[in-house]
T-cell receptor, first 115, second 112 residues
Framework: GENVEQHPSTLSVQEGDSAVIKCTYS??????FPWYKQELGKRPQLIID?????GEKKDQRIAVTLNKTAKHFSLHITETQPEDSAVYFC??????????????FGKGTMLLVSP | DAGITQSPRYKITETGRQVTLMCHQT?????MFWYRQDLGHGLRLIYY???????DKGEVPDGYVVSRSKTENFPLTLESATRSQTSVYFC???????????FGNGTRLTVT
């Protein structure tokens, strides 16, 4: 089955700095890669996702990059703000045309943005 | 996402008791999932369902039972609760594999 490794487990940055969280996956057939943000005591919520037919996707201050050859993908947050403080999870799965599979999550990264 | 609700939000039970966690979604999503979240382990899949009356095991199914008689409901039952099942349980739904998951608010279960 799929195995997703996520690094770092904790990340502390100053407000305004950039933050990068990296994930690697093992199943070369995986083609769907979402990122979830979970604030303390809340549910995980999708913030961005990418499919294997694109290498990069941006949404305002967040972006995700995908390197299929190396089997890794990364979340980039620019101009971090205190409200970005949360646990971030990456995940991978096979979608349509690739043999379906359920999402496998990384263990999460706790991001702390200090004012 | 108000379209998926879990109950109860908090539950304390004793070892050996049966407890059922409820999950209801209003999107008519075909797929529903149960995850448990524990520190250091992230989100681990317990069971999932592709449609009414179709269920399948995930990564950590032992000690749990699910059913899906109606598309909108996906209850999770702990037949004989153990302390190792103390966790936060999240129900989720999606339109299909390769589609975003929508999570409920979670149930914090404590087994004493």
């Amino acid at each position: 089955g799929e195995n997703v490794e996520q690094h770092p487990s904790t990340l502390s940055v100053q407000e305004g700095d950039s933050a990068v969280i990296k994930c690697t996956y093992s199943d070369s057939a995986s083609n769907y890669f979402p990122w979830y943000k979970q604030e303390l005591g809340k549910r995980p919520q999708l913030i961005i996702d990418i499919r294997s037919n694109v290498g990069e996707k941006k949404d305002q201050r967040i972006a995700v990059t995908l390197n299929k050859t190396a089997k890794h993908f990364s979340l980039h947050i620019t101009e971090t703000q205190p409200e970005d403080s949360a646990v971030y999870f990456c995940a991978a799965s096979r979608g349509k045309n690739s043999g379906y599979s359920t999402l496998t999550f990384g263990k999460g990264t706790m991001l702390l943005v200090s004012p | 996402d108000a379209g998926i609700t879990q109950s109860p939000r908090y539950k304390i039970t004793e070892t050996g008791r049966q407890v059922t966690l409820m999950c209801h979604q209003t999107w008519s999503h075909s797929y529903m999932f149960w995850y448990r979240q524990d520190l250091g382990h992230g989100l681990r899949l317990i069971y999932y369902s592709a449609a009414a009356d179709i269920t399948d095991k995930g990564e950590v199914p032992d000690g749990y039972v699910v059913s899906r008689s109606k598309t909108e409901n996906f209850p999770l039952t702990l037949e004989s609760a153990t302390r190792s099942q103390t966790s936060v349980y999240f129900c989720a739904s999606s339109a299909g594999f390769g589609s975003p998951l929508h999570f409920g608010n979670g149930t914090r279960l404590t087994v004493t």
